[in-house]
C-alpha cells in the first residue's frame, strides 16, 4: 500500500520559513563557552543540522538562536523575575 503524500496548509509552509529564517541561520561564535545538554536533546540536534546540511550551521549556533529568541520574547517576565530577586536579597 503507498503511503499518500500529506499537503501541508499554507499557514505551516509559512511557519515552516519563518521557523527556517529564525533558527536555521548560521551564527558566528566569537567566543566559545561549554555548556551542557542531555545526550537525547544533542541526538536529535546532532541529526536536525546533519540533515539540512545548511553551510555554517552548527549545534551551538542553533542552540544560540533559539536562546536569543526565547530571551526576546520573555525579556519582561526574566528582567520582573531578575529585578524581584534582586531587591529581596537581603
Same mark, same amino acid.
Do not use: F, W
Given at each position: ?23 536555521? /541561520? ?28 545548511? /553551510? ?16 526576546? /520574547? ?17
Amino acid at each position: 500500500m503507498k503511503k499518500r503524500e500529506r499537503k501541508e496548509p499554507e499557514e505551516t509552509m509559512a511557519e515552516m520559513a519563518s521557523y527556517e529564517e529564525q533558527y536555521l /541561520k548560521p551564527v558566528e561564535i566569537d567566543r566559545r563557552q561549554c555548556v551542557y545538554i542531555s545526550k537525547r536533546n544533542h541526538e536529535v540536534l546532532n541529526s536536525l543540522i546533519h540533515s539540512i546540511s545548511q /553551510k555554517g550551521l552548527t549545534i551551538g549556533g542553533y542552540i544560540d538562536n533559539v536562546i536569543t529568541e526565547h530571551l526576546e /520574547k520573555h525579556k519582561a517576565e526574566i528582567n520582573h523575575i531578575y529585578r524581584r530577586e534582586r531587591n529581596d536579597l537581603l
